[in-house]
């Protein structure tokens, strides 16, 4: 049983992820927050630099985004390009849309494929894209959802993973939606001509739900009015806790979990330990034997102890969303076979992680090289 949980402690509202009791995903959400994920801003450009090739975008009067130029904007408001072709020139009007948080000393990053999503599509500005997630196994019904839209229109769009059991007429009028929807965003960012937002992403507790999967999530529980509303049309189950004497957060003793979450040793059931670095440039992460004692020799102990560590550390890179490079340092292991068992364990664990993240190699020093890509802050950076 899947279940979420949201709840506010202080001024920071968390979303927590269980699966089978245990807790897998933390979002934290500062409510000051001015730029989020989703949101769509007409920009101007203010610089093209080629040799990082990025674009630089003012969004408001406070805030700049990077394009890279790679990821052309596919609507140019101030005039129109010869021939189709896109390019982009300082001073332009362009539509763009936030898909990174800005990170430390780095800006928001954004793209000009604007998208909008539902509970069963994703619709963007890429007519030639349509596709079926990954993740609805039946081929017939992915066959059956490819056929659905009969006609191929303006915009592109992606069949989400709770398409596999929704009804067709469900699916369709949420398409008919989304397309009237972004109609009106393209008419509103063509006379507009003035940059800033024209539209707030949604809440990210609901945009992180929808990531996740609204099929997969049984039960959402929260202490927050507001939040229940928002869900009850949504979520299959939502319950609104009330007990005022013994608080939501008092009964999932959330503070003391997010410090554990914060603190860099993590202990193994085995003995052994894993200390866990964020830096400025990677994540780094040392795994120790500490009090672990194996009745089996020296080489199958090791072994077992790295593996086990695999599977926390990729637990824990999902519980404190640290991405980016990731090096580990295992325990030295003689034999070439447990080094790539290691390998299989580490890819197994990363795929099921929504986020995606990928094996790079093992060094010449013997460092095992992960990357998982940056979309939100770490858990560290936020709180």
């Known amino acids: 049983m899947n279940k979420a949980i949201i709840t506010k402690v202080n ?4 979303l927590l992820i269980y699966e089978e009791e245990q807790l897998v ?5 500062l409510d000051q927050q001015s730029i989020q994920i989703g949101n769509i801003y007409i920009g101007r450009v203010e610089k093209v630099v080629k040799n990082i090739q990025s674009a630089f975008i003012r ?3 406070e805030h700049v985004g990077y394009l890279p130029l790679n990821n052309k904007p596919a609507l140019i408001l101030n005039r129109t390009l010869p021939k189709g072709l896109i390019s982009i020139a300082e001073n332009d009007y362009i539509l763009v849309q936030v898909e990174q948080e800005p990170q430390k000393m780095k800006q928001a990053k954004v793209t000009g494929n604007i998208s909008l999503g539902g509970k069963y599509i994703v619709l963007d500005l890429q007519p030639e894209s349509i596709g079926v997630s990954k993740k609805i196994k039946k081929e017939y019904r992915a066959e059956e959802l490819r056929k659905l839209i009969a006609a191929q229109g303006k915009y592109g769009y992606v069949f989400r993973t709770a398409c596999e059991q929704a009804d067709n007429g469900c699916i369709l009028a949420e398409y008919d939606n989304l397309v009237n ?11 507009e001509r003035k940059i800033g937002c024209i539209r707030k992403g949604k809440h990210e507790y609901l945009a992180i739900i929808e990531e996740y999967g609204v099929d997969r999530i049984d039960e959402v529980k929260t202490d927050m ?7 009850k049309d949504i979520v299959s189950e939502v319950t609104l806790y009330e007990d005022k004497e013994y608080p939501l957060s008092k009964m999932l003793s959330l503070e003391t979990e997010i410090n554990r979450l914060l603190n860099k040793k993590v202990w193994l059931k085995s003995g052994g330990f894993l200390i866990i670095e964020p830096t400025e440039a990677m994540v780094v992460i040392d795994v120790n034997s500490g009090k672990s004692i194996g009745k089996k020799k020296k080489e199958t102990h ?3 102890t790295n593996k086990e560590a695999a599977k926390e550390i990729t637990k824990q890179l999902r519980l404190r969303n640290l991405s980016g490079i990731i090096m580990i340092d295992f ?3 003689e034999e070439e076979a447990h080094k790539q068992q290691i390998v299989k364990c580490l890819e197994q664990e990363l795929r099921k992680d929504k986020i995606p993240g990928y094996f790079v190699e093992i060094t010449k020093l013997g460092v095992f090289e992960l990357t998982r890509k940056k979309i939100r ?3 560290h950076e936020i709180l």
């Open 11 to 14: 001024c920071i509202t968390f």
């Open 25 to 29: 995903e933390c979002h934290p959400f």
């Open 59 to 61: 969004l408001d009067a």
């Open 181 to 191: 929807e972004m109609d009106g965003l393209i008419h509103k960012a063509t006379y």
């Open 225 to 231: 009015p507001e939040v229940a509303e928002a869900l």
């Open 302 to 304: 090791i072994f077992e």
């Open 331 to 333: 325990i030295n292991m």
């Open 377 to 379: 802050k770490p858990l």
